[in-house]
């Protein structure tokens, strides 16, 4: 079942009287989000609005060159089990050692989403069992994690109009350190599973946030939010493809004023498409089965990306299956600030917070308005030029080479360019026309030796990546601007030559 469009069912809800005449604070904005837009599906029956809620629980694997309590490497694709310590694959003894730059990385990721840094923070251990979690349990923060109660605000088109964007903030509730699993790899033709460790003990910043959002597209656009502000700041690579960002989402539905009904966990969803359309149909799965008089399981479920559709996994643990206590082997992470860090301390062997606010680098947000200022383009070309992975880069270069103003220049980016990338599924990195060609074409446009037409044709040439450059396919082409005067003249005479018995029928009537 298909997700609708967001924002009908309330529209329709508020036209006819209804509404909820004393909801629940949560409640409250999410009619509000839903009445200026958003994704709210409505039932088979569409007698009674519905309010979907929707929380995100975020991993994002630290960019460190080591794991969290370990010196083991970090490496993608790495052979299997070639990058597992001791203590990774959790042999009697050994004990743990916390990486610093995992720390920096969680306080200033905390900070970029405007938390508050707890100076002390405190480790603990969940217990469950999986083949691939050697120790039987993780090391992670659950009672005083290293920032709590942060936001993230984020932008979605209102019906799929860039001119139309409303910007929305979701709540960090808080961000933790914990370790990552191994990975489990099934072979169903041999009907085994093996176990590759090299993941294990990899850190792990785990970005809870509160459940403001109400579909999938916004879910998307926060996380995708999320992920340009880590690939910022360094913190993470943030590659979903290689599993460095990894979304549980969860969600329920119920009806104005009443409690929010009973959610379920959609686990490791590994692409923004793939998050939206889970979200979207899992609202749409709760809303049908409570219409048909059945019942919603607080459970977890999986996202099938071939079928478009969520299918049960497990029944969902509680805090209590997971029998949380503190780590032992590791004291509380204490950190400091101007004020308070000693004078005879070494600041090699502390995390100074103060040091690392000072250098937090110019976050997305700060950025699309520099680009908006600096180059006099509109506020929906700076978000997707920053959204669009190298496009901001690729379109500064583009504009620095060219005589072109970079109003106009936006405008062959994005409606010429962009188009043809997404045809053809590539990146800008992996575009056939480089900068460098783009604005050469466009400085021969702007020189008026070929006309708009003409430069369109040139696109599409440099696109089949044969190697010419924008002069030589003019050239080839003939399909320069004749300047001269003379030439013109000569040309117009002698088509009409060439033409009499038409010309004459013409001047005759």
Known sequence: ?????????????????????????????????????????????????????????????ISSNSKLFSGSQVQFAAAPNSLVSFFDASLPGTLPVLNRRCVEAAVMTGLALNCSINKRSLFDRKH????????????????????????????????NKMSQMVTKTVRIKQIQLEQDSGKSLHDDTRNQTLV??????????????????????????AV???????????????????????????????????????????????????????????????????????????????????????VPMRDKEGKQDYRFMPE????????????????????????????????LPDLPSVKRAKLVEQYGILPEHGFTLLNEDGLTEFFENVVKQTQMKPKKVIGWILNDLLSYLKQHSLTVKESPVSSFLLADLLNLLEKKEISSTAAKQVLAELWKGEGKTPFEIVKEKKLELIQDQKELEQICQEVIDGRENEVIMMVLG
């Open 128 to 159: 469950y069992f999986y083949a691939d979690l050697p120790a039987g349990y993780q090391i992670t923060q659950q009672r005083v994690p290293i920032a709590v109660n942060g936001s993230l605000s984020y932008s979605i088109c209102i019906d």
């Open 196 to 221: 590759d460790l090299n993941r294990a003990g990899v850190g792990l910043m785990e970005v809870v946030m509160e459940p403001d959002m109400c579909c999938g597209e916004e879910a998307a656009a």
């Open 224 to 310: 995708r939010e999320l992920q340009l502000i880590l690939q910022t700041l360094g913190s993470s690579q943030a590659v979903m493809a290689e599993g460095q960002l990894r979304v549980d989402a969860n969600i329920s539905v119920h009806h104005p004023g009443e409690h929010y009904g009973v959610r379920t966990e959609v686990k490791n969803i590994n692409s923004l498409r793939f998050l939206a359309k889970a979200v979207d149909y899992e609202i749409q799965r709760q809303i049908e089965e409570l219409e048909n008089g059945g019942t919603i399981l607080n459970e977890t479920r999986a996202f099938d990306s071939k079928l478009g559709c969520t």
């Open 328 to 359: 032992p082997n590791l004291p509380p992470l204490i950190l400091y600030d101007a004020k308070s860090l000693p004078a005879n301390m070494n600041h090699q062997q502390v995390v100074n917070v103060d040091w690392i606010h000072e250098r």
């Open 1 to 61: 079942a298909a997700a609708r469009g967001c924002g009908g069912v309330w529209r329709r809800a508020w036209q006819r009287g209804a509404g909820d005449p004393a909801p629940a604070p949560r409640g409250q904005r999410a009619v509000a989000c839903n009445a200026r837009g958003g994704a709210v599906p409505a039932g088979k029956s569409g007698l009674a609005p519905w309010v979907p809620v929707v929380g995100l629980e975020i991993h994002a694997q």
